[in-house]
């Protein structure tokens, strides 16, 4: 595994302008550590290419992988 | 074979229980319930009958006793800590360490060593000169030390790294430091708390809480179990890498993320190692047990995981760098390898004492430190859960804190680098 790095569960900002200090907090800290299957950001780090890969934190099986339509310029 | 072994092997009833009394059944009610049999949920239980008087307990594991971080850890004890907070806390579990065989009246193996943090570069200096002043300040036994000091005290180490990493220019030095026997930590305190009344229920899974809300927020009144449903008011977590499942059940969201840390031994050697020796620089830790075998472990596995496999990766880098430090190990061989759940957190500090949820209590966020707080985390939640307020010693380690963002930065916590 070590040609590619971890980059976190994928997850929405909320709008800082109008989000809540509560939901404001949630986002900065929380993390939804519960077991199952999730959309993470993966770096393959030889090309540098950033990608989504879906896999079970249990079983640890990569299931899907796909690149992030808004980081790629708007799915051009 | 003795006749008095045939007699358990004929019998459902066991006449002479060695260390635990097993129970049949779950009864429908507890004063207060702890899910998770490792060192902290009996620590908790066996100083709530002591302590506290409250010995309508039971304690429930999905596995068996100490069969979780209990087990898996590499049994390091030391309170060379940077925050305050940490070096109090860790400081008062290290004292109550140091009598637990006799209150016990079982042998823990507690043997005092001496810990060695190498530093190698001069910014890691500043940290161990950092951390000495704070332990110093708190009457904890740490110092600074220089290479030549090192070299005097482990004079086998190759303090050049074998020219592959950048040379050892001193350590913290931590008198106190010392390992365990760790199973033994979750059997003193389980007897303990059985032989006062407490009840200890294995293969017991935890499948759902039951809340109930009287207008004054949730509240604990029940927990669903595969043995049947039980009711009680308080019920405290001590899970270590299953808390978000846990967490989960009752409506709670936390900053903790699971990672496996992995360890492994070295076939069993004469005795030549006596002090503790961490380098974050290496990400390598090694001490000697009782045995004889070498118990080293590294840092964190970079991604999340809810499983304990080991990998190849782990034990050829862990012994790349070990090399590096010992260069005369090249022909032991590895006998054991394994891997536990750490429930990270982003301060590297646990998180301890009340939730949002009345009557739940959460002892976590333990990562790769929590076996040394064993004894002083059952003391401060026990006291939290009978009085229903936080100990004094948990209160830079509460769950809101992440909410006031007043984090508690404990970079002292992971002997290796995260």
Redesign the interface.
Known sequence: MSEFAYGGELREMPDPASATDAEWTDYVFNRNSVPGIKCEWWCHTSSGVWFVAERDTVSDIVLRTFLHVKSVGGGA | MPWRLVRFALSSRHPEPRMFTRHERLKNSYDVVIIGAGGHGLAAAYYLARDHGISNVAVLDQGYIGGGNTGRNTTIIRSNYLTPEGVKFYDESVRLWQDLSQDFDLNLFYSTRGHFTLAHTDSAMRTMRWRAEVNKHFGVQSEAIDAKAVAEAVPMMDLNCGGHSPPVLGALYHAPGAIARHDTVAWGYGRGADRRGVEIHQNTQVLGIELEDRGSGPAVVGVRTNRGRIATRKLLCAVAGS???VL?MVGL??????HPLQAMVSEPLKPWLDPIIVSGSLHVYISQSARGELVMGASLD??????T?STL?FAESLSAHMLELFPFLSDVRIVRQWAGMA?MT?DFSPIMGKTPVSGFYLDSGWGTWGFKATPVCGKTMSHTVARDENHVLIRGFAFDR??R?ALTGEKGAASVGH
Do not use: K
């Not at chain 2, 969201?253 to 699971?258: N, Q």
């Not at chain 2, 970079?302 to 499983?307: A, C, D, Q, R, V």
């Open positions: 808390t978000p499942g989960a969201r936390s900053p903790i993320y699971v970079p991604y999340e995981l809810h499983s496999r990766d429930d982003p992440f909410a963002y």
